[in-house]
Each structure stands twice: as structure tokens, then as C-alpha cells.
């Protein structure tokens, strides 16, 4: 990849200064210093993250398996496709979308489909989600960690697109993955 536009503009940031200001358990916060492309510095906040994993579980009828869950950060509770964090920037992403499957949801699969990648929010997080959806599923019993509590709720494609279209389903990752299972569904006709 070039560190030019079409108009020759450098475009790319040289770090000059790292700096951890908090390290979690999972997540860390920097306030790096960098070079610009004009030789002047700024400083750039941005979080660190392992990455996440998440999963459009349809059943064999077309219904989509969803979560509901509080969310302290928004104070709401959500209306979501299962997810979770990978435990490390080395972990597997299938098998932790598999994990976070049976864990939420109790169903294992068996075929995972990658569907697309995305950084949820590139401006202050290195974050990438994987979404993959999920297909001849198995149900179990769901085993959330000690600090979950989540709901499954199952509808059929179309009520959860309409519950979408009409602003109930603010969670980025389960848009995406509506739009990009929408797309999907239009190419197999």
C-alpha cells in the first residue's frame, strides 16, 4: 500500500513517542506521539484491542438467533448478534467464534462462514471484527461467563430487519451483519 494519493500527498503518520497511560486486562490506552506528513507532531489516543469475534446463527428455517443484553457503556439494554472478545491478538477466530456461540447462545455448529471484516470505530481503536454467520446448528445449553446475563430471542429474518430499519438495533456489528446476510440472501436468488 502507497503513502500517496492520486495528487502525490503523503498521507502516513511516523510514531515518534509510545505511551501506555492504562493497561488493563484486556484493552489498553495509549497517547502516542507522531510525526505528520508535514513534519509537524500531534499526539493520537486510541485503544488497543485483541480483536472480537462475532456470529449471525441461523437455523435451518431462516430464523436468526439474537441476544438481548444490558450494556453499561450505552445504559440500554440491546438487541444483538452474539460475540466476544478474542482473549488475545494470537487466538484462533474461528474457534473463539465457535466458544462464544455455544457460550451465549448454547447451540455449537457445523459450518462457520467467514462473512467480512471491519474495524468498528478506526479513529480511536485498532479493533477488528470478524463477522461469520453460523448455519446447521445444534442446540445445548448456553453457558454465559459469571459477569453475563443475556436473553436469546429468535426471529425471522424479515422481523429483524424491520426491528432495524426502524432504529431499535443500534449495535454496529449486528447492522453489518443484517446488511451483509441481506446481501447474501439476494445472490443465492
Known sequence: MTDKTKEGLRLEEELSEAKVVFKGRVLNFHSDTVRLPNGKTSTREYMEHPGAVALLPVLPDGRIIFVRQYRFPVKEITLEIPAGKML????????????????????????????????????????????????????????????????????????AWKIFRDGKIKDAKTIIALQAWKIHLMEKK
Do not use: C, Q
Not at 467480512?116 to 445449553?141: N, Q, T, Y
Open 88 to 159: 488475545s491478538k494470537s487466538d484462533d477466530p474461528v474457534l473463539r467464534a465457535r466458544a462464544e456461540l455455544e457460550e451465549e447462545t448454547g447451540y455449537t455448529t457445523k459450518r462457520l462462514n467467514h462473512l467480512m471484516d471491519f474495524w468498528p470505530s478506526s479513529s480511536f481503536s485498532d479493533e477488528k471484527l470478524r463477522i461469520f454467520s453460523a448455519e446447521e446448528l445444534v442446540p445445548g445449553r448456553s453457558h454465559p461467563d459469571e459477569d453475563e446475563f443475556i436473553n436469546t430471542e429468535i426471529l425471522r429474518f424479515e422481523e
